[in-house]
């Protein structure tokens, strides 16, 4: 049972009855039920009649049971850690007569749980705002002979109360060329929202909702804002918020005091706070933008210079913030004083005596975990001439170092450049504590975009392909479905590889092909291209000879494993798995990956090939681990979808023997074929795309190089006796298969570039529907621009990894496909063209 309020006017019996209709329910019976209906309107007109004693002069009031209304409660609202209590919403009614459409609105309130009041004058409406203070007005717009309701809007507009309220107007329905139809006038007078006239309760239910939800809540959140700067106002240490661009937005009083500036003079301006006297100004704050650009926290101690001209030492602590889309939209800096001690004094006379601004350096280079105390070697720095016997001091726990009897490269690496500092000149001690803490970050591999002119389309891919997408936990639940082990369509399976259907054998005669067209096979094997040209595939290879396996049972193997691929994906089903196959035997018939491989090896890599996406759920790792999903959790949200892929494949093949490919090889063959099966899958995750690449440059590209250019053969094997080196190539083969769709003629690029953009569509709309974080929001189906989304892609992740995989295998003809297909993204761009092609070409 809840309270509502209704207008004190006359009703015709039909409205009344209407009604009561709605109000008891709408199953029409006999018995019980209908004595209830009848008693109910035999007392309604007299209950119209009754007023509220509290009601205002204009106001009319009624209370009322209502069993089908909901119950009058308050709704619990969430601001980042913020929990908010917001009463029950209160509404305002303003119709100089009671018709229809007032109606809908009151009884859409009475659903809605809202406390709604009605008003027939603008004098009655003024006061009765000033009184509750509305969160929603709805005004009658449509006769302008009762009250002009742009004046009303506007009066209460001129009211304090009235900015944190949504107005409504009611309108006649005119034709959309009508000049009544525009919206500026309204939007000129106060207005929010403009809502054609229709008096049907759900109409006016889901516009009350949709206001709630939206403008309504909004507003609630902004005006709890209030409170935190309130607690910020009153803060004892200063604090400074910035723009991604660090332009300052808001500083505290205690900021204020600390720096002697007035906030006036500081709001909207860059950040400037180092002295630009100061010599390393650039390299610290290179050292800070490279941190903070990532998403970490930054701490260290500086000198600042107060507006009075002297400088102050600050303990400094940057937080980034995320905001919209993912992305870093704010710094947060929390400033301290640090406490005056022998060595501080010592530091400002040198400042003082030197002119020198060199600030001290930042304590975030120091570990506070003990074990790393060995690598931690910051400390203090000065040009003065006291610099060699704070030197001395750079290196407490060397010794503990270098007693190490087990070190990792890194350790060996970092320990080398301490010693080096120990006797250098104070710039190259400097220059080389930046390159320790460049060392020490975990992430040595992946280049750091620009934010200034950052392509969202480029930076929207590489935060959906390289993270684990944990910007903000959520308790919805990814469920994984899997696919049911059945056939897909009618078409008979091959009892031997030479009892394939004619149209089927006829297009597998092109497999060697780089041009071979998968979508061919794809429609005539009705969705399992994977088994026919699975099968054709490793008996051209060999693969049941080496596994000592029959036919049989490899078909079988091949039945299952892409009967866990879903065909209902876009992308990620057994096509693309295919396509990664046919890529991957072609790289193994190229003459120097030949050579710098083994039987088994390649075994491996079309294993891995066909197994490397199965039971694909259409979702990037990103989404599963921000929707909680079960595999994200069994994963710990690292490599989830890979590790999924290779445990299942497993899983499925030694679970029953008549599939089971592996069950007649050593063991030892065995454990070895599976590991390397594993690494190529995990190899696909795209978090190392940067450190696969950059390896095998590195270990493979340069080094052959070299060697070429001392010998006049052209096809050394640069693999051959060196397992670190074959693991290498194996990666950057499976993960040039697995993306090579930009390297593939242009009808079959078109192709694929649209089915992976409808994947991320569909991704993104079930973000949306969850409330999950949108990983890339540029894949929006109403707004992407496919060209660009492709362009970025080709930019960021293809053209080195194409480059340095052309350098080794010679793929002349792939790299002409990677320009002819750029150069069609590029004009499609240019000619501001969203689609997969221009319309004319459709």
């Not at 939007?187 to 759900?202: D, K, P, Q, T």
């Not at 206001?211 to 309130?230: D, M, P, W, Y």
């Not at 240490?237 to 500083?251: G, K, L, M, N, P």
């Not at 950052?454 to 590489?462: A, G, I, K, R």
Request: glycine share 4%.
């Amino acid at each position: 049972m809840r309270e509502c309020t209704l207008p004190c006017v006359y009703m015709q019996q039909s409205f009344s009855f209407l009604f009561l209709y709605i109000f008891l329910g709408s199953r029409c019976n006999s018995g019980e039920e209908g004595r209830k209906r009848a008693c109910a309107a035999e007392h309604l007109p007299g209950l119209v009649r009754a007023r509220a004693p509290c009601e205002a002069p204009h106001v009319g009031y009624l209370t009322l049971s209502s069993q089908t209304s909901q119950q009058v409660s308050s709704a619990e609202v969430r601001i980042g850690p913020m929990r908010l209590t917001q009463d029950p919403i209160q509404v305002l009614l303003i119709f100089a007569k009671e018709d229809s459409q007032s109606d809908g609105f009151w009884w859409a309130c009475d659903r809605a749980g809202y406390r709604c009041n009605i008003a027939r004058t603008p004098e009655s409406a003024l006061e009765c705002f000033l009184d509750k203070h509305h969160e929603i007005i709805v005004i009658d717009h449509r006769q302008t002979q009762n009250f002009d309701a742009e004046a009303v809007c506007r009066s209460i507009r001129a009211t304090n109360p009235s900015e944190h309220t949504v107005i409504l107007a009611v309108v006649s329905r005119v034709s959309d060329d009508h000049e009544e139809a525009s919206v500026l006038p309204l939007l000129h007078a106060g207005f929010n929202r403009r809502f054609m006239e229709n008096s049907s309760i759900i109409a006016c239910y889901n516009e009350l909702i949709q206001i709630e939800h939206g403008e309504v809540r909004s507003q609630f959140k902004l005006r709890a804002c209030n409170s935190v700067f309130t607690a910020l106002d009153h803060c004892h240490e200063a604090i400074e918020i910035t723009s991604d661009d660090h332009v300052i937005q808001y500083v505290n009083p205690a900021f204020e005091r600390m720096m002697g500036y007035h906030k006036g003079e500081l709001l909207g301006k860059e950040l400037a706070d180092l002295p630009k006297s100061d010599k390393n100004r650039a390299d610290l704050l290179d050292t800070i933008n490279t941190c903070i650009k990532k998403g970490k926290e930054w701490q260290g101690v500086y000198y600042a210079r107060r507006k009075s001209g002297d400088s102050i030492q600050q303990h400094v602590k940057i937080t980034p913030v995320i905001g919209q889309g993912g992305k870093i939209r704010h710094f947060v800096s929390l400033k301290k004083l640090c406490c005056t001690t022998d060595n501080n004094k010592q530091i400002h006379k040198i400042h003082r005596d030197s002119g020198d601004n060199s600030q001290t350096e930042p304590h975030s280079f120091r570990y506070k975990n003990r074990r790393k105390e060995s690598i931690d070697v910051k400390s203090i720095s000065s040009r003065g001439s006291d610099a060699p016997s704070l030197q001395n001091r750079r290196y407490p726990s060397m010794a503990r170092i270098h007693s190490m009897t087990i070190e990792a490269p890194i350790t060996k690496v970092i320990n080398i450049i301490n010693a080096a500092q120990e006797n250098s000149p104070v710039t190259v001690a400097e220059a080389l504590d930046r390159v320790l803490e460049i060392l020490r970050t975990t992430e040595l591999y992946s280049p750091q975009l620009g934010t200034k002119d950052e392509d969202p389309h480029t930076s929207d891919l590489v935060g959906g392909l390289m993270t684990d997408g944990l910007r903000r936990l959520s308790g919805n639940e990814y469920v994984f479905t899997k696919n049911v082990h059945q056939s897909h369509s009618h078409l008979a399976m091959p009892i031997t590889i030479n009892d394939v259907p004619p149209c089927i054998s006829q297009l597998l005669d092109n497999e060697e092909s780089w041009d071979f067209n998968i979508f061919e096979l794809e429609a005539v094997t009705h969705k399992r291209p994977l088994v026919y040209l699975g099968l054709k595939v490793f008996s051209r290879f060999g693969v049941c000879e080496f596994l000592n396996c029959s036919e049989t049972t490899l078909r079988a193997w091949f039945q299952v494993i892409e009967a866990n691929y879903h065909s209902s994906n876009a992308y990620h089903n057994s096509t693309h798995a295919a396509d990664v196959l046919h890529a991957t035997a072609f790289f193994l018939g190229k003459e120097r990956v030949k050579g710098s491989l083994d039987q088994l090896d390649e075994v491996a890599a079309l294993i891995a090939a066909t197994v490397h996406d199965v039971d694909h759920p259409g979702r990037t790792n990103s989404f599963l681990c921000n929707a909680g999903s079960e595999l994200a959790v069994l994963y710990n949200d690292t490599a989830v979808l890979e590790s999924h892929h290779t445990a299942l494949a497993f899983q499925l093949t030694v679970k029953d023997t008549k599939c089971n490919i592996f069950k007649n090889i050593d063991r030892n063959h065995y454990r070895t074929l599976r590991q390397a099966i594993i690494d190529m899958v995990l190899a696909t995750e795209m978090t190392k795309h940067f450190e696969h690449v950059n390896k095998f440059v590195n270990s493979i590209n340069k080094p052959m190089a070299a060697e070429i250019e001392g010998s006049d053969c052209e096809c050394n094997p640069a693999g051959k006796n060196f397992p670190e080196n074959q693991i290498l190539i194996k990666r950057m083969m499976i993960k040039c298969a697995d993306v090579a769709n930009p390297c593939r003629p242009l009808d079959l690029c078109i192709e694929w570039a649209g089915r992976i953009s409808e994947e991320y569509f569909a991704q993104t709309d079930e973000e949306k529907r969850q409330g999950l974080p949108v990983v890339m929001p540029v894949f929006d189906r109403n707004t992407c621009s496919i060209p660009k989304s492709q362009i970025s892609f080709i930019d960021y992740f293809i053209t080195d990894m194409f480059d340095a995989w052309d350098a080794f295998a010679h793929l002349p003809a792939l790299m002409q496909h990677l320009a002819d297909n750029y150069k069609h993204w590029k004009t499609l761009d240019d000619l501001k063209c969203k689609s997969l092609r221009l319309p004319s070409d459709s």
